[in-house]
């Protein structure tokens, strides 16, 4: 009788975990908002679920939905990217300010912080996750499409792999920033960080609105 650890680790499963993984590791936008809620003691596991949920759907839209219809339509596609680029620009700005602006008097030495409610916090989170064209991308276009050479039911396999992979990267992340955020708190590195995500959005942005000239 196959065993549940035989049932789940097929090649499908496998692939689309080690794909998911490949694909999440890199420091992009959603990645760096979770860093700084993390980092500011904001909501960590609120974000983390909410980043965790977020990708069960898109991933589920993927694989089951879209890569199943031939992928997006031009004009569905465009409006996401010119959302997406207005998204990344305004997040970029908000970087930069506070990397231009840099600890602030009274702060003991750290950046100021505005105090985020839940709904804040559950809002940005969707925000990150839902107006990021690079995470439709990635789900829509690669995650989508290799789900369908392993035809049913290993598509669903391939899903459930590459969701496996966003929960556990998630969850780490957020054990990782809980266990060591008052250790990384420093104002050199909130600035670096700050400079980096807002080069790394409006690079991003830059590079979405070339594509779409």
């Known amino acids: 009788m196959p065993t549940l650890p035989s049932l789940l680790f097929t090649p499908a499963f496998t692939a689309g975990l080690v794909l998911c993984l490949s694909l999440i590791v890199a420091l992009g936008p959603q990645n760096a ?39 997006m339509s031009d004009k569905l596609q465009g409006a996401l990217v010119g959302s997406g680029i207005v998204f990344l620009l305004y997040y970029g700005w908000q970087a930069f300010t506070r990397f231009r602006r840099g600890a602030q008097p009274g702060a003991v030495g750290l950046p100021a912080h505005a105090p985020m409610t ?62 060591l955020g008052q250790r990384l708190r420093s104002p050199a590195l909130w600035r670096a960080l700050d400079g980096l995500v807002a080069l790394m959005m409006w690079g991003t942005a830059g590079v979405l609105a070339w594509g779409l000239v």
């Open 33 to 71: 908002h979770v860093l700084r809620m993390g980092l500011t003691g904001q909501h960590v596991w609120l974000t983390v679920a909410v980043c965790i949920l977020s990708d069960m759907g898109l991933i589920g839209l993927s694989v089951l939905g879209l890569a199943q219809l031939g992928g």
């Open 118 to 179: 839940r709904r804040q916090a559950v809002t940005a989170a969707l925000a990150f996750a839902w107006l990021n064209p690079h995470a439709w991308m990635d789900t829509a276009v690669l995650i989508g499409t290799a789900s369908l050479a392993w035809g049913r039911p290993g598509n669903a396999w391939f899903g459930l792999g590459a969701i496996t992979a966003s929960t556990l990267w998630f969850a780490g992340l957020g054990l990782g920033l809980m266990l």
